[in-house]
């Protein structure tokens, strides 16, 4: 499968708890991306990578979302003390370029908080 | 104002109707521009590029105007397999971020 790979499917959490997130992007692309989708809403832009680096955040990503792409390949989020309104689904792209070229998404991970 | 502004509907239509989506955008300094099609719990997928001069695929249509900040999606003969949501989505230039309106939900029925 040479799409976007994302790791698990679901998760549930107690609140509180910490959680990590894995991203396999589509291989020859060097953008990565992460948003997050809530009910009857569009996907949210969070941050995205260019290789390794990082190069946007949005405010809605507070201290205690953490981002990585540590070798510019696959990408990991990670949400510390997870709190019912982080319930939502994360979904990860790619691109081989910038936005022109739009994005290919993973089937995302579904979190629950309870 | 939200940067791209789409009638959420539910759009209940029968098949063959023909269907239209607007959406708006803030932006002006925007791009490029996509519909893309999200089925329910699935992700978004990108059904096709709009370009200035409007686009055709099948019995899809896509048209920008960019003077009025205005996007549209047009189905004709519309199919059972087309019900779902559709996203319009927006590139600010010199960023490389897509903004997603919250999508417009389109039903056909028997």
């Known amino acids: 499968d040479t799409g976007v790979s994302q790791d698990p499917r679901h998760k549930i959490t107690k609140r509180g708890q910490n959680v990590t997130f894995r991203c396999d992007p589509i291989s020859e692309h060097n953008r990565l991306y992460w948003y997050r989708q809530t009910l009857g809403q569009g996907p949210e832009f969070l941050t995205y990578f260019q290789n390794e680096a990082q190069l946007e955040k949005s405010r809605l990503l507070s201290d205690r979302f953490s981002a990585e792409r540590p070798k510019g390949s696959f990408s990991t989020l990670e949400i510390q003390r997870t709190e019912q309104g982080d319930s939502a689904m994360y979904l990860c792209?790619?691109?081989?370029?910038?936005?022109?070229?739009?994005?290919?998404f993973g089937s995302g991970t579904r979190l629950t908080v309870v | 104002r939200k940067e791209v502004e789409q009638d959420p509907g539910p759009f209940n239509v029968p098949e063959g109707a023909t269907v239209a989506f607007n959406c708006t955008y803030s932006?002006?300094?925007?791009?490029?521009f996509f519909w893309y099609r999200q089925d329910c719990r699935k992700e978004p997928k990108l059904l096709m590029s709009?370009?200035?001069s409007g686009n055709e695929d099948g019995r899809f249509t896509a048209q920008l105007n960019r003077a009025s900040q205005y996007i549209s999606l047009l189905i004709r003969d519309s199919k059972l397999s087309d019900s779902a949501t559709y996203l319009c989505?927006?590139?600010?230039?010199?960023?490389?971020?897509?903004?997603f309106g919250t999508g417009t939900r389109l039903q056909v029925f028997p």
């Open positions: 709009v370009y200035s």
């Open positions: 989505v927006v590139n600010v230039f010199n960023t490389d971020k897509l903004i």
């Open positions: 792209a790619s691109s081989p370029g910038g936005g022109n070229y739009g994005y290919t």
């Open positions: 932006n002006s300094a925007s791009q490029s």
